[in-house]
Nanobody, 121 residues
């Protein structure tokens, strides 16, 4: 089985910073694309940032210049550095990972349980 777990959320004031971590564990042969999603109350879940296995990144327009996604392939970990946080960033943040458990099996998508980020004004 595969487990994906986020950590690092919390309560911060506007203008502050947080760094989220995502750890994938279990039966893992390889990890392909990974991404951070968020869902605010009453809103649809949206892609915040994505990163390929080769390190190519993409960001939602609302976070460009403020957030930085990165990964450590050797440790099956992904990070989201969030700077200049705004109240609008308040949401549950979820890790998503495309993982192959065995070299002969296809990729599957896994979600973490979410970590809450609250930005106060």
């Amino acid at each position: 089985q595969v487990q994906v777990v986020e950590s690092g959320g919390g309560l911060v004031q506007a203008g502050g910073s947080l760094r989220l971590s995502c750890a994938a564990s279990g039966i893992i042969f390889s990890v392909n694309a990974m991404g951070w999603y968020r869902q605010a109350p009453g809103k649809q879940r949206e892609l915040v940032a994505g990163i390929t296995s080769g390190g190519s990144t993409n960001y939602a327009d609302s976070v460009k210049g403020r957030f930085t996604i990165s990964r450590d392939n050797a440790k099956n970990r992904m990070y989201l550095q969030m700077d200049s946080l705004r109240p609008e960033d308040t949401a549950d943040y979820y890790c998503n990972a495309e993982i192959r458990s065995y070299r002969s099996t296809p990729l599957r998508t896994y979600w973490g349980q979410g970590t809450q980020v609250t930005v106060s004004s």
